[in-house]
Nanobody, 123 residues
Framework: VQLQASGGGLVQPGGSLILSCTTS????????IGWFRQAPGKEREGVSC????????YYAEGVKGRFTISRDNAKKTVYLQMNSLKTEDTAVYYC?????????????????RGQGTLVTVSS
C-alpha cells in the first residue's frame, strides 16, 4: 500500500491550492481515504475524509465550506481542493487509508499514510 501527497506550496491568505494523493497497491474504489494535517508543535488534525462505500464526505468544522475532497478512481487519486486559505491552515498535509470515518475529524487514526506535503499560507 502506497500513498503520496503532493501539491503543497506557498500561497497568500485567501488563495487556493489543490492537493493530490496518488495511490497504489490497493483498490481505491472501495477504500476510505482521509486527509489530515499537522502543524509544528500541534497534534495531528483530521481535515476531511471520503467514504469508499458511498463517497460520503466529512469535514472538520474549521474547513467546511472552504475545502472539498474528491476522488478519481480511474486515476487512483484523491484530491483536496482548498480555497480561501488562512494562515492557520499552514501545516504538513498527509493522506491516509484504512481509517475510521466516524472519528476522523476528532481523532484521525489510520493504518497507512504517505509522505506529506507542506502548505504555507503567508503574506
Amino acid at each position: 500500500v502506497q500513498l503520496q501527497a503532493s501539491g503543497g506550496g506557498l500561497v497568500q491568505p485567501g488563495g487556493s491550492l489543490i492537493l493530490s494523493c496518488t495511490t497504489s497497491g490497493f483498490v481505491l474504489d472501495s477504500a476510505h481515504i482521509g486527509w489530515f494535517r499537522q502543524a509544528p508543535g500541534k497534534e495531528r488534525e483530521g481535515v476531511s475524509c471520503i467514504s469508499g462505500s458511498d463517497d460520503s464526505t466529512y469535514y472538520a468544522e474549521g474547513v467546511k465550506g472552504r475545502f472539498t475532497i474528491s476522488r478519481d478512481n480511474a486515476k487512483k487519486t484523491v484530491y483536496l481542493q482548498m480555497n480561501s486559505l488562512k494562515t492557520e491552515d499552514t501545516a504538513v498535509y498527509y493522506c491516509a487509508t484504512s481509517i475510521r470515518l466516524d472519528t476522523w475529524t476528532i481523532r484521525p487514526e489510520y493504518v497507512y499514510r504517505g509522505q506529506g506535503t507542506l502548505v504555507t499560507v503567508s503574506s
